[in-house]
């Protein structure tokens, strides 16, 4: 709400406001450690860099694939139902349109102390950024029923806010989508009526036209495309397919085997848009990454992080952090939406499970003390599909450590998670950081010319099961070093 919102501003020699651009002279300090048997010599670096951030905040579009679906209708009916400022009467009373769960707009920074004591504001009042209701939404999908049926089909919304929200909604249409049967499960088949045709090549082609359409049509300064589609089978990486930019164009060319989600990215990096990836599966192959590089646009992903896998990455921060030895870790979760019904598949499963089992590694590997080097918890994680529980998730978990002595604790944990509602902040947050970042450029000591962040946008780790990051720089799970990595940057 606006009410909420403050104006900051900085009274510091190193800081200068400008008509355009916030800049900023900040001293990056670091510590390269070097280590020779028992013995640590640590030397503190300090580097001097520039940040300048436009001010202007753009009119943002955001094309969703798999707009039709849970995600997608309820984000869309989210952002309308706040803009409109709605309220609902449920049994247990009225319901005000709200953004909890979203890192951006509903939770807060310590920006210090003043007389009264700490001093927090929210999250989104760091910097300009694009606010959630003045997002203008478009799509594909494989299904062509309209946004109000949709969102009906995904039983998300109580009724009586779906009855406010139906002649809004029901006006939107998704576009035709990309649709490879052998990628997703085949139960899908039943809601592909709306899918493109032609060749691979003019399918991205119809991609690239639908963006541009859209830009044109609805007046948007910038696209940002997220898949949020179902979760596809994992692609092989084949030399002389996907191993290279060139490679990937030239494979979308001859119609070799590249996902519909890759063709999306290539269309998107091809046009200029950031995107980024809500599901599981390998979109990003070394070609698709390398061609964001070359174009010099934003990828992020992968998997959005909103339940389970965003407990675990506290509860074993918080063990390991302890000085506790997670041993063991089985997570079962059950859930009747169209994810679970596409992930009953067990190649989508497989891809599923590689983006969740992955969470704990950094945090093991950062304590030699309580394991060996290739050593680390076993972990198992099993997902079926109950059509009656809909969109309320439940995980269920078991995380037994071995503590002093040769004792053992067990935690177990029941987790009622509303998949879509959990996920729909999150993409929000997704969209609006990465287009802060796109208004963000940083010049280090020494240098010239002012460069934007790596087109592998780390940042955007804590919003993701299994992040994305540059060629060589670590992975970080743990959640609150993630909250802390946003929170230093925007500072």
């Known amino acids: 709400s606006a009410a ?13 406001y400008t008509e355009t651009h916030i800049v900023a002279q900040y001293a990056y300090q670091t510590t390269s450690v070097h280590r020779e048997g028992n013995k640590v010599t640590l ?14 905040v753009p009119r943002l579009g955001v094309m969703l694939v798999g707009w039709g679906g849970n995600n997608g209708t309820t984000v869309t009916a989210a952002v309308l139902a706040n803009k409109m400022g709605l309220t609902w009467r449920t049994k247990t009373g009225v319901k005000k349109a709200n953004y909890f769960g979203s890192l951006l707009q509903t939770s807060t920074v310590c920006l210090g102390s003043g007389p009264e004591g700490e001093v927090n504001v929210p999250f989104r009042d760091l910097l300009p950024m694009v606010h959630p209701n003045d997002i203008v939404f478009d799509g594909w999908d494989i299904s062509s029923m309209d946004l109000g049926s949709a969102m009906e089909r995904a039983q998300v919304l109580e009724w009586s806010l779906q009855e406010q929200l139906r002649a809004y909604m029901s006006r939107m249409k998704p576009r035709p989508s990309i649709y490879i049967p052998e ?27 639908d963006i541009r359409d859209f830009r044109q049509s609805s007046g948007v300064d910038k696209v940002i495309v997220l898949w949020t589609a179902n979760t596809e089978r994992f692609c092989e990486i084949i030399p002389g397919v996907n191993d290279s930019a060139k ?56 998997d959005l992080k909103s339940g389970q896998t965003k407990i675990k990455s506290v509860l074993v921060d918080f063990l390991v952090s302890s ?64 059509p ?30 509303e998949d879509s509602l959990l996920a729909s902040p999150i993409i929000l947050d997704l969209v609006i950081l990465t287009e802060l970042c796109q208004r963000v450029a940083v010049r280090p000591q020494g240098e010239e010319d002012f460069l934007s ?14 992040p994305l990051v540059p060629s060589g720089t670590p992975v970080i799970n743990a959640f609150f070093r993630q909250r802390a990595c946003i929170e230093n940057i925007m500072r």
Not at 43 to 56: A, K, N, S, V, Y
Not at 453 to 466: D, E, G
């Open 453 to 466: 962040f790596h087109s592998v946008l780390a940042l955007l780790s804590f919003l993701c099961k299994a």
């Open 247 to 302: 490679n990937l164009l030239a494979a979308i060319q001859a119609g070799n085997e590249v996902s519909p989600s890759t063709l999306f990215a290539v269309a998107s990096i091809l046009e200029d848009c950031a995107y980024i990836n809500g599901s599981p599966q390998n979109t990003f192959v070394p070609g698709a990454i390398e061609l964001a590089m070359q174009k010099g646009v934003f990828i992020g992903g992968d």
């Open 4 to 16: 909420m919102s403050v104006n900051i501003h900085l009274n510091s020699p190193n800081v200068r």
């Open 323 to 386: 000085g506790i030895k997670p041993a063991s870790i089985v997570s079962y979760n059950h859930l009747g939406n169209n994810d679970g019904k596409n992930l009953s598949a067990p190649e989508q499963f497989r891809s599923k499970e590689i983006s969740k089992s992955n969470v704990v590694d950094d945090m093991v590997q950062s304590n030699p003390i309580l394991y060996q080097p290739g050593e680390k918890p076993d972990h198992c994680v099993v997902i079926k599909y109950v």
């Open 43 to 56: 030397t503190p670096r300090t580097t001097e860099m520039t940040f300048r951030t436009e001010r202007r």
């Open 388 to 417: 009656y529980v809909g969109d309320s998730k439940r995980a269920m978990d078991e995380y037994t450590s071995e503590i002093m002595m040769g004792g053992t604790n067990t935690i177990a944990l029941h987790n009622t998670c």
């Open 183 to 209: 990628f997703i499960a085949a139960n899908q088949e039943s809601r592909a009526d709306n899918v493109l045709t032609g060749t691979m090549a003019e399918q991205v082609e119809q991609i690239r036209a």
